[in-house]
Structures are given as C-alpha cells and as structure tokens.
T-cell receptor, first 109, second 114 residues
Framework: RKEVEQDPGPFNVPEGATVAFNCTYSNSASQSFFWYRQDCRKEPKLLMSVYSSGNEDGRFTAQLNRASQYISLLIRDSKLSDSATYLCVVGGNNRKLIWGLGTSLAVNP | DGGITQSPKYLFRKEGQNVTLSCEQNLNHDAMYWYRQDPGQGLRLIYYSQIVNDFQKGDIAEGYSVSREKKESFPLTVTSAQKNPTAFYLC?????????????FGDGTRLSIL
C-alpha cells in the first residue's frame, strides 16, 4: 500500500460545481497534513494545512478523519482558475513530508 | 519580498558533465530540501538539511551532492553518475524540522541532457 494515495482523476466539473477529493494515508502516527495545488509546469503551492477539527478558507474546506486515515478537500463554487493538480501531503515524526501523486481537476466553462 | 530563488530556470547538461543548481532563501528558514519531479510522477526527495553544515540523504540521493555552508543557500550538484538527470528540480524550505511544517518552494529548474 502506498504511504499516501489519491485518485488521479481527472475530475471534470462545470463552473460553479462543488467537488471533493479524498486522500488516504497508511501511517497512523502521521501528525501533519496539507493540501497543495500545482499548476502545469509550476511549483507546488500551499493551499491549506489540515487541522483535526477541520478548517475552511473561503471556498475551500479541509477535513481530517484519523480513525479512517483520510483527509478530504472540498471546493465549492468552482472557478476556471481552480483547474490544477491537488497534492495531498502527510508528515510524520520522521521529519519528512510524504507527497501524494495528485488529483487533476479541470473546471470547464 | 521573502522567498526562495532557484537558478537557472532551464539548464542543459552534456554527457559526463557535473552541473550545479542554485537555491537561495531569505525566509530565515532552518530546513531546506531538494526534490525531483518527473512527468506524471510525484515529488521524490533527494537531499534535505535541517541546519547549516549538516544534511541527510533522501530517497534518491545517488548521483547527487549538496552542501549547506550558509543558512540561506543549499546548492545541488547533479553529477555525471546520475544517468537519468532530465527532470524538474524543486528546492523548498520550512521553519523547524520538516515533518510538521509546510514547505515553501522555489519556481524550479528544468534540467535536460544535450
């Protein structure tokens, strides 16, 4: 089993739609969780950290389910500019971050 | 503006040649990292450093070398021993140790073989 697994997609959604991505992780001792977005041929950029209680930043909501070992990202009212690859990242006590392969999102007019 | 600067943006390597990728940060971050990304693949850790004059191998260190003589700088040398160097190279930094803090990236260097 991969340490961090994501559905690669692509997810094709119309503008204004709500879309959700899940990510599962294998190490139950993982302590930190992040979502990044990466545009084509660009560097990853931090979208949001994921906290145990769940957190929201504008149209984006992230949640953590430790019992089932997954994190989720919900995007409401999708914009064309949300088209990107979304990377799930998990950190543990080994001082390294483990990167998922990403989920591709295409928002269509 | 604080940030991470990688140079050059594009680099071409001849067979048997060593090349060095530059990474400078002015974020006052202690930890710095080098990743490699191949098309359609995830980020793979090459080397990381948590403090000046100390660094550790990541998952794919063979054929690469680094130094950390200054807090701000973490250059990566791709040696001739790296037989498949064509990739997108990303430098990152974070406060404290890497497992709990998010990492922030430079805009990358694309390396190709001539």
């Amino acid at each position: 089993r991969k340490e961090v697994e994501q559905d690669p997609g692509p997810f094709n959604v119309p503008e204004g739609a709500t879309v959700a991505f899940n990510c599962t992780y294998s190490n139950s001792a993982s302590q930190s969780f992040f979502w990044y977005r990466q545009d084509c041929r660009k560097e990853p950029k931090l979208l949001m950290s994921v906290y145990s209680s769940g957190n929201e930043d504008g149209r984006f909501t992230a949640q953590l389910n430790r019992a089932s070992q997954y994190i989720s990202l919900l995007i409401r009212d999708s914009k064309l500019s949300d088209s990107a690859t979304y990377l799930c990242v998990v950190g543990g006590n080994n001082r390294k971050l483990i990167w998922g392969l990403g989920t591709s999102l295409a928002v269509n007019p | 503006d604080g940030g991470i600067t990688q140079s050059p943006k594009y680099l071409f390597r001849k067979e048997g040649q060593n090349v060095t990728l530059s990474c400078e940060q002015n974020l006052n971050h202690d930890a710095m990292y080098w990743y490699r990304q191949d098309p359609g693949q995830g980020l793979r850790l090459i080397y990381y450093s948590q403090i000046v004059n100390d660094f550790q191998k990541g998952d794919i260190a063979e054929g690469y070398s680094v130094s950390r003589e200054k807090k701000e700088s973490f250059p990566l040398t791709v040696t001739s021993a790296q037989k498949n160097p064509t990739a997108f190279y990303l430098c990152a930094s974070s406060t404290g140790t890497g497992g709990s803090q998010p990492q922030h990236f430079g805009d990358g260097t694309r390396l190709s073989i001539l």
